[in-house]
């Protein structure tokens, strides 16, 4: 049975090792230098007949593109992971963040559940794709991607490959403890600055405080009304006014002030309406306060993605796990965003958010993975494989 002999080759041992591997290279972002992890994972899938490309960012910043050709008559499965990883932070670390350490049936260290661990099942899986030797009706791409957690590089680079097959889903192996998240909110972060006048501060009356203006704009700004319509997994829009900076000394009367609000948005909203109602809001601020001028400035965009439950390829991955590996695989809420922000939008590509590690231990200290969680991913996405490239 082809199933059974694919997964024969789907071991813990392996999985566990390519993850304290991969832990081993220090690819915090910034800077990344996610060069040297996305080369050992070249050096795994070349001899397994892997065509392995990659899209350079910086000197030491590339993406791997690593191709099992099919014969076409199908679109890509693309399996995508992340290689860059968050600073470690200060202290809290009971094994060496950069030492992958495997210890109680476990990968310890920064990145092995955001997401080494998932890249390690996915390489794992594609490994075992290729030795069954399988007449794939279309390719199996593995994507290691730089710049996650900084600005998308990878990501963006992956989706405007001018010369790559159609993708006909990607599945995404960020931690979500083996739950399938088919939803995310997007990412609007805003500044927001207010401008006055100086003056000595014990003649503030010669001034303009652009901090008492940015006060008043900002309780306004909590009674502004945003639209959205309330989604069934991801919840409700928000917004959270979460930094302040205004002024240089106790006795001068500032004359900027900056706020960065974080909001979160849904699929039925659009970040350019968004911008143009707040635009439109500053406007009113102005007009009723006559001191008051202000500006604002998008500081991080990435628009909300979701793929559709009922779409074939979640389908066919729901089956495959069902069928293959026992597995009734249970929706969630995906709390971060993830590079189905760049995919959904530019390629309308059915995109599945699926790996193994808590999510929870994403960016903490003494972060682990479960070697058994890792095992079971890796079979699934094979299963996935097969009955989307095969059957
Ligand atoms: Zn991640």
């Known amino acids: 049975m082809r199933l059974h002999d694919i997964f024969a080759n789907i071991t813990a041992n392996d999985i566990a090792r390519i993850t304290s591997d991969l832990v081993c ?30 899209i350079e960012h910086e ?24 290689v860059d990883v968050v600073p470690v932070g200060a202290g809290g670390w009971q094994h060496p963040p950069f030492a992958g350490v495997i210890e109680d049936g476990k990968v310890w260290g920064r990145g092995s559940a955001d997401m080494k ?6 390489v794992v899986a594609a490994k075992a794709i290729a030795q069954a030797n399988l007449p794939l009706r279309g390719d199996l791409v593995l994507a290691a991607t730089a710049g996650e957690e900084v600005d998308m590089i990878g990501a963006k680079s992956l989706s405007s490959l001018p010369d790559a ?20 909110r997007g990412v609007f972060w805003t500044e927001i600055t207010t401008y006055g006048k ?17 006060v008043k704009l900002l309780s306004e700004f909590e009674k502004l009304e945003i639209p959205f319509q309330p989604h069934s997994v991801l919840g409700n829009f928000t917004r959270s006014v979460n930094t302040i900076q205004g002024g240089v000394k106790v006795n001068v009367v500032p004359d900027q002030c900056s706020a960065m609000i974080d909001m979160r948005t849904l699929p039925s909203q659009n970040h350019i309406e968004l911008l143009r109602l707040l635009e439109s809001f500053l406007t009113r ?29 979640v389908q066919k991955f729901l089956a495959a796990a069902k069928t293959y590996c026992g597995m009734d695989i249970t929706l ?16 309308s590509v059915p995109t599945m958010i699926f790996g193994p590690g808590d999510p929870a231990l994403a960016h903490q200290p003494d972060e682990f993975i479960e070697i058994t969680e890792m095992e079971k991913a890796a079979k699934i996405y094979a299963a996935a494989a097969v009955e989307m490239l095969v059957n």
């Open 285 to 313: 601020m102005e007009t009723e306060f006559p001191d008051l001028k202000a500006a604002i400035r998008v500081v991080h965009d990435l628009p909300s993605a979701e793929t559709p439950y009922g779409s074939e390829a």
């Open 332 to 347: 969630v809420k995906v709390p971060f965003a993830t590079e189905a922000a760049i995919f959904v939008p530019t390629l």
């Open 25 to 54: 290279f220090d690819t915090t972002n910034p800077p990344g230098n996610e060069r040297h992890a996305v080369e050992y994972i070249a050096e795994l899938l070349k001899p397994q007949g892997y065509e392995c490309r990659f």
């Open 198 to 214: 100086t003056a000595h501060g014990s003649t503030p009356e010669l001034g303009i405080n652009a901090v008492m203006m940015m």
């Open 59 to 82: 000197p030491r910043r590339a993406t791997l593109y690593a191709c099992l050709k099919g014969s076409g008559e199908r679109g890509a499965l693309v399996l995508n992971g992340h």
């Open 165 to 184: 097959p159609t993708w006909q889903a990607v599945i995404i192996s960020e931690p979500t403890s083996n739950r399938l998240g088919l939803a995310e």
């Open 117 to 122: 661990g998932g890249v390690a099942a996915m």
